[in-house]
């Protein structure tokens, strides 16, 4: 059996007619950049979540440096963030000259620790960036609790976790603003780069709104110095009819996470993810922790069989090379250094079958046994 760990081509299969239909209007109507099919989805995408405004951009990352940028961060400001996170995190960050400070996870969840959150807060500290990793929302409200009655901002690094809920908001809603990436492999994707910002703050929209088109709402009127990061038409049409299918997905990949666990849960010498009380995981991922064995081994056993797996991530950000120049060395953040070690994620996207998910599971069960 063949178990690829994301199957996009699956995705567009059941699709294909109305992304079809409406690439091809786009393409009639030349809506490329911004435009009537951009406005159509940051509209759906603000209704679907509830959300005030929703600023379409040309990928996460630039959402998040768009959103720093507009909140006024920059050289020697400092702003928190997880160090077991995408890189991009901590890239948009350094892109406005401030300082990424970054804390360890919790080792349940592995999303920042939030009392590691409160200890490094300085009077440099301008914002922090909380990440709804793997698509489990962070304790909002333990980290809003930190902030409140100050000027500190604090932006959902929302990238994994469309359509998660945090009691019975979406998360999304939960701060000053949001930063969503709609990279292909996402839950939910473009085909290409595709990212947005969600807020209720409209000042902070306009400015992001002008910061994406080249620092103006109309053409040849440049208020600010700003950027080329548009959501184009075409994305934002294919986006707008995925958007239908979110709440779907999202449920196919719960049900097949309570699968994954119902079959490996007392299997030695493996850590399950958690899903914290009140909230909705919508499982991005499924990152599992192999403590009994090699996890590599395991990954090579999987792989030799026919199943995919991946490891996010292989490297703590502090720990990259591009991030040397903050001074950190191994063992400032044991939590997150050890997870890079040890997680492993399994296959996970809506058209798995349930028969793949008890093959991969045999063979976790086999290996970590020792009778491979
Ligand atoms: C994907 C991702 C980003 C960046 O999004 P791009 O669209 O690839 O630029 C940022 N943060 C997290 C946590 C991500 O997973």
């Given at each position: 059996m063949n178990v690829p760990f994301i199957d996009l081509p699956a995705q567009y299969a059941a699709i294909r007619q109305e992304v079809r239909g409406q690439v091809d209007a786009v393409l009639e109507s030349a809506a490329f950049i911004l435009g009537a099919y951009t406005r159509q989805f940051e509209d759906s995408f603000s209704r679907y979540l509830g959300a005030q405004h929703t600023i379409g951009v040309a990928n996460g990352t630039d959402a998040l440096i768009l959103t720093l940028k507009a909140c006024g961060i920059g050289a020697g400001d400092e702003v928190i963030t997880s160090v077991n996170s995408f890189v991009a995190t901590a890239e948009a960050i350094a892109h406005t000259g401030a300082r990424p400070v970054f804390v360890d996870i919790d080792p349940g969840t592995y999303l920042l620790s939030v009392p590691q959150v409160k200890a490094r807060l300085t009077s440099h500290t301008k914002a922090i960036i909380p990440v709804h990793l793997y698509g489990q929302p962070v304790d909002m409200d333990a980290i809003l609790a930190l902030t409140r009655g100050s000027r500190l901002r604090v932006i959902e690094d929302a990238a994994q976790a469309h359509g998660a809920r945090y009691g019975k908001s979406m998360v999304g809603t939960l701060a000053d603003a949001a930063c969503f990436s709609f990279y292909p492999g996402k839950n939910l994707g473009a085909f290409g780069d595709a990212g947005a910002v969600v807020t209720a703050d409209a000042e902070l929209a306009t400015r992001l709104r002008k910061l994406r088109d080249h620092g103006g709402i109309r053409k040849y009127q440049h208020d600010v110095v700003g950027f080329n990061s548009r959501l184009d038409g075409m994305q934002a049409a294919i986006l707008h009819v995925k958007l239908n299918y979110l709440e779907e997905w999202n449920s196919l990949r719960r049900e097949h996470a309570q699968l994954y666990t119902k079959l490996l849960s007392d299997v030695a010498g493996l850590i399950l993810p958690t899903v914290r009380a009140g909230s909705t995981h919508v499982f991005h991922l499924y990152v599992a922790r192999v403590i009994g064995k090699s996890r590599d081994a395991l990954r090579d056993f999987l792989q030799h069989r026919g199943v995919s797996t991946a490891i996010h991530?292989?490297?703590?950000i502090h720990l990259t090379p591009a991030f040397s120049y903050l001074g950190h060395q191994r063992g400032d953040f044991p939590e997150a250094e050890a997870c890079a070690d040890s997680v492993l994620s399994l296959p996970m996207y809506p058209e798995l079958k349930p028969s793949q998910i008890e093959y991969v599971a045999e063979l976790i069960r086999d290996f970590m046994k020792g009778q491979a």
């Open positions: 991530y292989p490297t703590p």
